[in-house]
């Protein structure tokens, strides 16, 4: 089953140092869970303050800067992976540098047939 990590934390939680320490520590967790035939997909995100919310209401489409809920944590980036259940999920959740810090919510994705693979 696959399964997304969601990855939250204060966007100024980490300093520079810090932040490419933890995308080293984030690559090598994916090679490792590469290695065992579990990984899928990962990549942090930029900032909030370049996020874009667009919602469609009555037909117009409104489009606004930065994320449209406020929060402490901020969605920072993701694993996407393969798990036989949720236990192994959680295992590889655990994991993520930032799971130090902030928190990782684990998700079941619902797989719809006739979409593109990755």
Known sequence: MKYMLLIYGDEQALTETERKDCYVESTQLAHDI??????????????????????????????????????????????RIDAKNLDEAI?????????RKGTVEVRPVIEIPGLPNT
Request: charged letters at 20%; hydrophobic letters at 40%.
């Open 91 to 99: 295992a590889i959740a655990a994991r993520i540098p930032m799971a």
């Open 34 to 79: 590469k290695a065992n035939g579990q990984y899928v997909a990962a990549n942090p995100l930029h900032p909030t303050a370049m996020a874009t919310s667009v919602r469609v209401r009555d037909g117009k489409r409104l489009v606004t800067d930065g994320p449209f809920a406020e929060t402490r944590e901020q969605l920072g980036g993701y694993f």
